[in-house]
């Protein structure tokens, strides 16, 4: 069975940072790859960030590029989201899904907001003060 579980959310002070991170079990295979959705209340959930285990390829959205930083530590099966330069707007429920693919696939997966994604993990709220 494939688990998906993201932790590291909390209240911050707009400005500040979060680390989120996303560990992944269950896999027979390393070929999958792992992205980072938000959904605010009212609004559709949103493909952020996404990062391939085979060559550490990387995908941001606009939204996030250059305040998120996305890793992957591959013998842990973990991958991290570091949330920099944080905002009010950033405030939403955060979660982790793990996708197989081609990397086309998980660039347009993320941008369509996640429907194809394999496995979900249960979310991590992160809230932003102002």
């Known amino acids: 069975e494939v688990l998906v579980v993201e932790s590291g959310g909390g209240l911050v002070q707009a400005g500040g940072s979060l680390r989120l991170s996303c560990a992944v079990s269950?896999?027979?295979?390393?070929?999958?790859?792992i992205g980072w959705f938000r959904q605010a209340p009212g609004k559709e959930r949103e493909g952020i960030a996404g990062?391939?285990?085979?060559?550490?390829?990387?995908y941001y959205a606009d939204s996030v590029k250059e305040r998120f930083t996305i890793s992957s530590d591959n013998p842990k099966n973990t991958v991290y989201l570091q949330m920099n330069s944080l905002k009010p707007e950033d405030t939403a429920v955060y979660y982790c899904a793990a996708m197989i693919g081609t990397w086309r696939f998980v660039i347009a997966t993320m941008q369509e907001g996640g429907d194809e994604s394999d496995y979900w993990g249960q979310g991590t709220q992160v809230t932003v003060s102002s």
């Open positions: 269950g896999f027979t295979f390393d070929d999958y790859h």
């Open positions: 990062i391939s285990r085979n060559d550490g390829s990387t």
